[in-house]
T-cell receptor, first 114, second 112 residues
Framework: SAVISQKPSRDICQRGTSLTIQCQVD?????MFWYRQQPGQSLTLIAT?????????ESGFVIDKFPISRPNLTFSTLTVSNMSPEDSSIYLC???????????FGPGTRLTVL | QKEVEQNSGPLSVPEGAIASLNCTYS??????FFWYRQYSGKSPELIMS????GDKEDGRFTAQLNKASQYVSLLIRDSQPSDSATYLC????????????FGTGTQLKVEL
């Protein structure tokens, strides 16, 4: 099965700064998604990362706060901008492989904002 | 009504018993359903998918789907302490595009 990696695995950041999270897959995938999981909560979809075009954001999430790139079929980044303590969460990328409708998750990035 | 509902638990079962986890969903047109297991501090791991009414078995896990009643359940036979985790039910989002909507998860505790 494919390997999904995320960098960094965790970080502690100061408010007002930005952090870019990378998601790398070792094979080409059709869809890539970014989720947030706040402490004690379930997963909330932030956006779909579209290869070669702008990401599609869910209600409540905007590009200025969570810019996303997807330059090719194996890589995506999510930036959390102008962070506040409320952004402290686990950020997860997931991928959807060709000919399946099943999502698999990366290991996640645990972000703490002070 | 939330799109996907689960009892948050915790659900406690003794080792060796059957654990039954339930999920209801609101979108009648949903065609595929997924169960993920999430250990504390880890990311969700897919354990079962089901597309047709009835039962689907995979080892100690059985997924049950009833589209008419809009519920999907997960049975874990011969529960082990290593099954202690949060189980997340997921269904495709109404907006399409292969997006998933997750329930809040049920915490399962298997006690010795």
């Amino acid at each position: 099965s494919a390997v999904i990696s995320q960098k960094p695995s965790r970080d502690i950041c100061q408010r007002g700064t930005s952090l870019t999270i990378q998601c790398q897959v070792d094979s080409q995938v059709t869809m890539m998604f970014w989720y947030r999981q706040q402490p004690g909560q379930s997963l909330t979809l932030i956006a779909t990362a579209n290869q070669g075009s702008e990401a599609t954001y869910e209600s409540g999430f905007v590009i200025d706060k969570f810019p996303i790139s997807r330059p090719n079929l194996t890589f995506s980044t999510l930036t959390v901008s102008n962070m506040s303590p409320e952004d402290s969460s686990i950020y997860l990328c997931s991928v959807d492989f060709p000919s399946t409708d099943t999502q698999y998750f990366g290991p996640g990035t645990r972000l703490t904002v002070l | 009504q939330k799109e996907v509902e689960q009892n948050s638990g915790p659900l406690s079962v003794p080792e060796g018993a059957i654990a039954s986890l339930n999920c209801t969903y609101s979108d009648r047109v949903s065609q595929s359903f997924f169960w993920y297991r999430q250990y504390s501090g880890k990311s969700p791991e897919l354990i079962m998918s089901i597309y047709s009414n009835g039962d689907k078995e995979d080892g100690r896990f059985t997924a049950q789907l009833n589209k008419a009643s809009q519920y999907v359940s997960l049975l874990i036979r011969d529960s082990q302490p290593s099954d202690s985790a949060t189980y997340l039910c997921a269904v495709p989002s109404a907006g399409g595009g292969n997006k998933l909507t997750f329930g809040t998860g049920t915490q399962l505790k298997v006690e010795l």
